[in-house]
Nanobody, 124 residues
């Protein structure tokens, strides 16, 4: 049974930092594309970042480039999202996801497994 468990969310002031973790079990972590998505109240789930298992490439949505960094530790079956210079508009529930595919996708529909999400609130 595949499980993805996010942690590390919380309340942070604008300009602050957080590191989210996604612990995976029940799958060969190193052979999956891993992604981060987020969903703000009243909005659709949107792509944040993803890591390709085939190419090692990392993609970011434009709004987080230069501020967020995704990484993975295959030995620990864990993916991380380091978020710096946080803004109020980053407030959302953040989800990690796992999917198979030769081409890295930014579409939520291409990810088969999802975590339960962790809340990130950026507010003064």
């Amino acid at each position: 049974q595949v499980q993805l468990v996010e942690s590390g969310g919380g309340l942070v002031q604008p300009g602050g930092s957080l590191r989210l973790s996604c612990a995976a079990s029940g799958l060969r972590f190193s052979t999956y594309n891993m992604g981060w998505f987020r969903q703000a109240p009243g909005k659709e789930r949107e792509f944040v970042a993803a890591f390709s298992w085939t190419s090692g490439r990392i993609y970011y949505t434009d709004s987080v480039k230069g501020r967020f960094t995704v990484s993975r530790d295959n030995a620990k079956n864990t993916m991380y999202l380091r978020m710096n210079s946080l803004k109020p508009e980053d407030t959302a529930v953040y989800y990690c996801a796992a999917g198979r595919g030769v081409v890295l996708s930014t579409a939520a529909m291409d990810y088969a497994y999802w975590g339960q999400g962790t809340q990130v609130t950026v507010s003064s």
